[in-house]
């Protein structure tokens, strides 16, 4: 039995084999001289087109949006300026402290950087002593100011004074803190501003 079983598989082997059929070899072409030969047409084709170059999206600077007020507002002259658009004195003086004349450098800035502006130097006074000496010491006080800001380049034709003496305070209280507030001189703008 296994004789026969060898046999089979070596007739299958061999037949399998004979069944496949060897692909022919390829005779050499003789080459002639190169000026019997002319070249076979190339089929035309376009250089390939390059890719375009990829775009880099380069990160914008952050947009920086203004945080501030509107520029030649009234709320632009606080801010420039440090605060109330006021400079404060001491009991019984109209002489200007340095905090005030630091303050004051910084309005006749914004005032140089506006040229249409005007404004009214208000003096105030707190509320001891006479009406009439609470006069007389907030109009000197209102123009110390208006001398200061003039100094600073400031045209005295667009600032004018006012005193109110001891008629307004913007604060209330009768004691030293609040005479301390009263004791000032305001910065009123008054045409030419945005708003």
Not at 111 to 129: C, F, H, K, M, W
Not at 137 to 142: E, I, N, V
Not at 145 to 162: I, Y
Request: net charge negative; charged share 20%; with cysteine.
């Amino acid at each position: 039995m296994k004789l026969r079983s060898i046999v089979f598989l070596t007739a299958g082997i061999t037949l399998a084999a004979c069944s496949s059929t060897p692909e022919p070899i390829a005779e050499p072409t003789p080459v002639a001289s190169n000026e019997n030969i002319i070249p076979a047409p190339q089929p035309v084709t376009e250089a390939p087109t390059p890719a375009p170059a990829p775009v880099v999206v380069q990160p914008s600077a952050p947009i920086q949006s203004y945080q501030g007020p509107l520029p030649g507002t009234l709320d632009d002259f606080l801010y420039a300026s440090g605060g109330e658009g006021r400079v404060f004195f001491n009991y019984d003086q109209y002489d200007l402290s340095g905090s005030a004349r630091d303050s004051l450098r910084m309005q006749a800035q914004w005032l140089q950087s506006y040229p249409n502006v005007t404004a009214v130097i208000e003096g105030n006074a707190d509320e001891r002593g006479t009406r009439e000496y609470n006069l007389a010491l907030a109009a000197r006080r209102a123009e110390s100011v208006k001398s200061f800001l003039v100094n600073q380049g400031v045209s005295p034709s667009r600032l004018t004074t006012v005193s109110y003496g001891k008629e307004r305070p913007i604060d209330g209280r009768s004691n030293e803190d609040g005479w301390s507030r009263n004791r000032n001189a305001h910065t009123n703008l008054m045409s030419g501003s945005v708003g």
